[in-house]
């Protein structure tokens, strides 16, 4: 790809911010007196809101092929933020984010199939270091009982969407801009939540004004910020390094609820943590030299 060293450094300051952004999420949706399809309803259309002057700009023709995996996209993004965001209702953010951050060994395991892409040695490490850190940080939910258990297995359904969704995303993001490209998937997700929704019979109306402000605030940040650094990211770096930076977020976002809610993790978070991070370095010095396919 063209660019060389200083596009890489490009991206990769670009994956540092958007995990710095998603790694809110969680904790935002701690913030929201709403059901979790409102929360995920009103994350999207509010984004899809203010990315309209943009999206409705004329731009080259897009095949219906290519409108077809856009809405695909869309609709495992709708599905990930359906089953991640009903995770956090019965479960600690610490397992929840650290569950669904799980995704670079779905990314691992179809990307060859999807994308042609396939880890070194180096990346297998990080697979299993980053796995043996969740499984360390989640562990301790085996003793809180079939709620919790529940809330896990959301969470990972996750993972597995949100892998897809990415691998989706770099094939379409070859025939359409990437405005655009964010527009038609939030568009399509916010409609398949809002079906979701109405389907669930989940309330949409009546939340508090501090729930709208944190509403707002997280398609703005996590969202549009985060998800759309990856989103750029993930055209200039192979989709397995950017869904192993991921494995960021969990730790962030468990240190942010032991200070705001005190859900202080145990000793198991900081082994587990340690793995995960670990992993993350393993990752990044496996992709030394590599670049995403141009091709795909």
Known sequence: MNGGPARGFSAAIALVLAVGAVS??????????????????????????????????????????????????????????????????????????VIVTTQPAFTA????????ERPGRGGIL????????????AGGDLALGGRALLGDLLALAGAVTASLYFMIGRRVREEIGFVRYLFLVNSVCAVALLAFAAGWGADLRG??????????????????????????SVRRLR??????????????????????????????????????????????????GRTADPSL
Do not use: Q
Request: charged share 10%; net charge positive; hydrophobic share 60%.
């Open 126 to 137: 990080a697979v299993v270091l980053a796995l043996a850190g969740t499984a360390v940080l």
């Open 239 to 288: 989709a397995f390094t950017v869904n192993m930076a991921i494995l960021g977020e969990p730790v962030l976002a468990t240190v942010y609820a032991a200070v705001l809610f005190r859900e202080v993790p145990g000793k198991a978070f900081y082994a587990g943590a340690l793995l995960i991070v670990t992993g993350i370095f393993s990752a990044v010095r496996d992709e030394r």
């Open 207 to 232: 939340y508090p004004a501090a729930t709208w402000g944190w509403l707002l605030l997280m398609a703005v940040g996590p969202h549009l910020l985060g998800h759309g650094l990856l989103n750029w």
């Open 24 to 97: 809110w999420a969680s904790i935002l949706v701690r913030l929201c007196d709403a059901p979790s399809l409102g929360i995920a309803f009103y994350r999207l259309l509010f984004s899809v809101l203010i990315l309209l002057p943009w999206g409705v700009r004329r731009g080259t023709t897009v095949t219906p092929r290519t409108y077809a995996l856009g809405a695909a996209a869309g609709l495992l993004l709708a599905l990930h933020f359906a089953t991640w965001i009903s995770s956090l209702r019965f479960t600690t953010v610490a397992s929840s984010v």
């Open 109 to 116: 395991a179809f990307g060859p199939l999807f994308l042609k």
